[in-house]
C-alpha cells in the first residue's frame, strides 16, 4: 500500500462509517458511550460482523502507516542529500571569489608597484567583471527552464511577459506527489513569439535550493499524461548546454548498451544505479 492523502482520508471515512454502524446498533449518540455492557447487548452475528470489519480497517490502518514512515524516510533522504549538494555549490562559489580576489589583489599589488595607472584601471575593470561574473551566476542558479509547456496566451509576446503562463494544473502536479511548488518572482517566455514554436518559460523563484527541489521532482511529471512532453532544466550558459548536450548523447549510447540500469547525469557526469 502506498502512502498518499488521498487514501488517508478514505481510511479516516472508512473508520468514521462503521463506528457509526455499531452507534446506531447499540444505540447510543457518542463513541465514549460505547462500552463492554452496551456491547454485550448485541447479538454474536451483528458483534462478530462489526469486529471482522475493524480488524481489517486495523490492518490496512497500519500498512498505510507503514507506508507513510517509509515515505518520510525517503523524503529526509532526499532533503539532506539536497542540502549537501547546495552546501558543495555554495562552498565552491566561496572558494571561486577568494580565488579571483586573491589573484586579482596579488595582481593589484604589482600594479601599486609598477605605479602604472593604465594596469591600475586594468585591474579594477577586471575585478568588477569577476564580482559581476559571480554576482549572474548566483542569479542564474535561481533560475528554472520549462520546455514543451504549450503556450495558451493569444497576443503580442510582450504581453506574454507580464502573465502567468504557468497554468494551475501544471503547480497541482507537484502537489499531488507531495512537493510544493515554490513561489515565484518572476516568470516570463524566452524569445520573441513564432508561430508553430513553443518558447521556453523562465521562471525564478526565491532560492537556488527551489531550483533543486523541483528539478528532484521532475520526473513526477511524466505521470501526468499531459506533461509527459515537459522538461525541466537548470538555467544553463550556452558552454554548460554544450556540455549537456554531449552527456545526454553519452547516456542514450550506455542505455542502447545495457537498459537494465537506471542512468542519470549529475556533477557533470554519466551516473547509473540499478533498477531494483
Known amino acids: 500500500m502506498?502512502?498518499?492523502?488521498?487514501?488517508?482520508?478514505?481510511?479516516?471515512?472508512?473508520?468514521?462509517?462503521?463506528?457509526?454502524?455499531?452507534?446506531?446498533?447499540v444505540n447510543v449518540s457518542s463513541f465514549s458511550d460505547i462500552n463492554q455492557g452496551?456491547?454485550?447487548k448485541l447479538l454474536k452475528g451483528p458483534l462478530v460482523n462489526?469486529?471482522?470489519?475493524?480488524?481489517?480497517?486495523?490492518?490496512?490502518?497500519?500498512?498505510?502507516?507503514?507506508?507513510?514512515?517509509?515515505?518520510?524516510?525517503?523524503?529526509?533522504?532526499?532533503?539532506?542529500?539536497?542540502?549537501?549538494q547546495l552546501i558543495n555549490r555554495q562552498q565552491n562559489q566561496i572558494e571561486s571569489v577568494?580565488?579571483?580576489?586573491?589573484?586579482?589583489?596579488?595582481?593589484?599589488a604589482d600594479v601599486v608597484k609598477k605605479n602604472s595607472a593604465q594596469n591600475n584601471q586594468l585591474t579594477t575593470k577586471t575585478v568588477k567583471e569577476a564580482v559581476r561574473s559571480v554576482n549572474k551566476e548566483e542569479e542564474r542558479s535561481r533560475n528554472l527552464i520549462i520546455y514543451g509547456l504549450k503556450e495558451t496566451v493569444e497576443g503580442e509576446w510582450e504581453d506574454v511577459l507580464e502573465m502567468d503562463p504557468l497554468p494551475d494544473f501544471f503547480k497541482s502536479v507537484f502537489a499531488e506527489a507531495g512537493c510544493h511548488f515554490p513561489d515565484t518572482d518572476e516568470i516570463c517566455r524566452i524569445g520573441k513569439k513564432v508561430p508553430e514554436k513553443t518558447r521556453p518559460i523562465k521562471v525564478q523563484l526565491q532560492s537556488s535550493s527551489d531550483v533543486d527541489i523541483i528539478l528532484r521532482n521532475a520526473h513526477k511529471l511524466k505521470t501526468n499524461d499531459d506533461f509527459k512532453s515537459v522538461y525541466l532544466a537548470p538555467d544553463r550558459t550556452r558552454e554548460q548546454r554544450i556540455l549537456h548536450s554531449g552527456l545526454v548523447k553519452q547516456m542514450k549510447e550506455l542505455i542502447k548498451q545495457d537498459?537494465?540500469?537506471?542512468?542519470?547525469?549529475?556533477?557533470?557526469?554519466?551516473n547509473c544505479v540499478s533498477k531494483s
Do not use: P
Open 2 to 25: 502506498n502512502f498518499s492523502v488521498d487514501l488517508l482520508h478514505t481510511v479516516e471515512k472508512d473508520m468514521q462509517s462503521e463506528i457509526g454502524k455499531l452507534m446506531k446498533a
Open 38 to 40: 452496551v456491547l454485550q
Open 50 to 84: 462489526f469486529l471482522s470489519s475493524i480488524v481489517n480497517l486495523m490492518d490496512s490502518n497500519m500498512k498505510l502507516c507503514r507506508s507513510a514512515a517509509s515515505k518520510i524516510d525517503q523524503m529526509k533522504t532526499e532533503q539532506i542529500d539536497m542540502q549537501k
Open 98 to 108: 577568494q580565488k579571483t580576489v586573491k589573484n586579482e589583489m596579488k595582481s593589484w
Open 259 to 270: 537498459n537494465s540500469k537506471r542512468y542519470f547525469i549529475r556533477d557533470n557526469k554519466v
